[in-house]
């Protein structure tokens, strides 16, 4: 079955750069959410779209945007990168309030 | 204090032994429970959702009690693949966030 899937897997940046991270939900979930967990920590909500309209909003720094695409993907986009920034990264899809699916996460890497 | 409430651990205990997790979580309104499993550097993974009635899974019984806003976890016949970080997750009235308690980790020995 097709899961949730995230890119790149990993991501090394710089400080001050700008960072991509991509994520494909599982096909006709209507709801995505990305969380960032540092080492250590329990995952810790940034935002969630549902039917590609934003619809919650977490801890997210504001030097962090996301957006949802007409084909259901996600982009979270990350500038002004710091080494705080350092995490990995994880989307997940549910259809509305029904379990949700992780993918497997963009470890980044702030030097 | 955070929305969803776990005892950290670590909690080490034997093969074959039966342990209970707890989770408190603070916003009445929640809809959905449930409990992710989460290895090492590796995503959650859902282990079960929990329902008013409580179910069970196999070694695994999850309830949940409204009136006291705690949510339950129990592991029968412990095995060492069950050594991870068991996660209490709620969802917000209106489905769109999932909070996540702090972890508790298991270590189960031989």
């Known amino acids: 079955a097709a899961g949730v899937i995230q890119s790149p897997r990993h991501l090394i940046k710089e400080k001050r750069e700008t960072a991509t991270l991509k994520c494909y939900p599982i096909p006709r979930h209507d709801t995505v959410y990305w969380y960032q967990q540092g080492p250590g920590q329990d995952p810790q909500f940034l935002i969630s779209?549902?039917?590609?309209?934003?619809?919650d909003k977490g801890s997210i720094p504001d030097r962090f945007s996301a957006q949802q695409f007409s084909d259901y993907h996600s982009e979270l986009n990350m500038s002004s990168l710091e080494l705080g920034d350092s995490a990995l990264y994880f989307c997940?899809?549910?259809?509305?309030?029904?379990?949700?699916?992780f993918g497997q996460g963009t470890r980044l890497t702030v030097v | 204090r955070k929305e969803v409430e776990q005892d950290p651990g670590p909690f080490n205990v034997p093969e074959g032994a039966t342990v209970a997790f707890n989770c408190t979580y603070s916003?009445?309104?929640?809809?959905?429970f449930f409990w992710y499993r989460q290895d090492c550097r590796k995503e959650p993974k859902l282990l079960m959702s929990?329902?008013?009635s409580g179910n069970e899974d196999g070694r695994f019984t999850a309830q949940l009690n409204r009136a006291s806003q705690y949510i339950s976890l129990l592991i029968r016949d412990s095995k060492l693949s069950d050594s991870a970080t068991y996660l209490c997750?709620?969802?917000?009235?209106?489905?769109?966030?999932?909070?996540f308690g702090g972890g508790t980790r298991l270590m189960v020995k031989p």
């Open positions: 916003n009445s309104a929640s809809q959905s």
């Open positions: 779209f549902y039917e590609k309209m934003q619809s």
């Open positions: 929990v329902y008013s």
């Open positions: 997940a899809s549910s259809l509305s309030r029904a379990e949700a699916f």
């Open positions: 997750v709620v969802n917000n009235s209106a489905g769109n966030m999932l909070t």
